[in-house]
């Protein structure tokens, strides 16, 4: 399969400088859909990649993942805590791209993570943007266990979406 990367982990989101979403930000908007449908078809680089998106801070209400991390076709991750309990901020579904879908997939740690920092340091960050490089991590881990299912896009996202566990609700 190459040498190549064949996961991309990514943590967008669209805010104000206060840190809430763009007022005016449609959060169905899929126009992100054409460099993830590139990617995950071997058009970027003629391999496929998984794509992995952190769902994003806007929680506890549902309908909170914005694009492109609520989009249908691309792998979303929320933060837990050290009990496996959601975190509150955590973004999730259902999408607001569909009204069904639901993000996130999969959940990973995301509250005070040891995490590199600007400047040489580190610090303890919380956020979906801790827990998405997990997510990506799982999937690195899944295809050293079976290699064949390497750039198999579709096998990847159901085997996550199959074996998730479902974690409570911290506060609900």
């Not at 993942?65 to 509150?88: H, T």
């Not at 956020?127 to 079976?146: C, D, F, K, N, Q």
Request: hydrophobic share 35%; proline share 6%.
């Amino acid at each position: 399969y190459g040498l190549g990367a064949r996961i991309s982990s990514n943590s967008w989101g669209f805010q104000t400088a206060f840190g809430g979403p763009v007022p005016d930000y449609d959060a169905s908007s899929q126009e992100f859909d054409f460099v993830v449908r590139d990617a995950q078809s071997g058009t970027a680089g003629n391999q496929q990649y998984m794509v992995v998106f952190s769902a994003g801070n806007y929680g506890p209400m549902s309908s909170t993942s914005v694009s492109p991390a609520n989009a249908g076709n691309v792998v979303s991750v929320g933060a837990v805590d050290d009990q496996q309990n959601v975190a509150l901020f955590s973004s999730r579904g259902p999408s607001d791209c569909d009204g069904v879908t639901i993000k996130p997939e999969v959940s990973a740690p995301g509250v005070s993570v040891d995490s590199s920092y600007p400047g040489g340091g580190s610090a303890r960050l919380s956020g979906t943007s801790m827990a998405g490089p997990h997510g990506a991590g799982l999937i690195g881990l899944m295809v050293s266990a079976v290699p064949a299912i390497a750039g198999d896009v579709d096998t990847l996202e159901d085997l996550i979406r199959q074996s998730a566990v479902h974690p409570s609700f911290a506060g609900q």
